[in-house]
C-alpha cells in the first residue's frame, strides 16, 4: 500500500520489489547496507511506520532504481550478444 507523507509518494517494500523487478529480499538487502544498491543509489530517506515497523521508500528513489537496473540489465544482454 502506497503512502503519502508530505506530499511525497512512499511506496512499502514488497510494492518497490515488485516494481523493479527484483525479490523482497534483495530490497531489504539494499536497506540494510548487506549488499550495495545499483550504481551506489543512497536509501536514507526511507520511513518507517512506527506502528507496523514496515519500512517505505520514496517514489522518486525507486524511479532511480528502476532506471539504473534497466541498464544495468540491457548492458549484460548486450555483452552476452557481444560474446556469440
Same mark, same amino acid.
Do not use: D, E, F, N
Given at each position: 500500500m502506497a503512502l503519502v507523507f508530505r506530499g511525497e509518494r512512499f511506496l512499502s517494500i514488497p510494492e518497490a520489489a515488485e516494481c523493479l523487478r527484483v525479490t523482497r529480499l534483495t530490497v531489504y538487502r539494499w536497506l540494510r547496507g548487506t549488499r550495495r544498491a545499483p550504481q551506489g543509489i543512497p536509501l536514507h530517506r526511507v520511513i518507517r511506520d %512506527? =506502528? %507496523? #515497523? #514496515? @519500512?517505505?521508500?520514496?517514489? @522518486?528513489?525507486?524511479?532511480?532504481? #528502476? /532506471?539504473?537496473?534497466?541498464?544495468? =540489465? &540491457? /548492458? %549484460?544482454? =548486450? &555483452?552476452?550478444? #557481444? =560474446? %556469440?
Open positions: %512506527t =506502528r %507496523t #515497523q #514496515q @519500512a517505505y521508500i520514496p517514489r @522518486a528513489i525507486v524511479r532511480r532504481l #528502476q /532506471h539504473a537496473l534497466r541498464g544495468a =540489465r &540491457s /548492458h %549484460t544482454a =548486450r &555483452s552476452k550478444r #557481444q =560474446r %556469440t
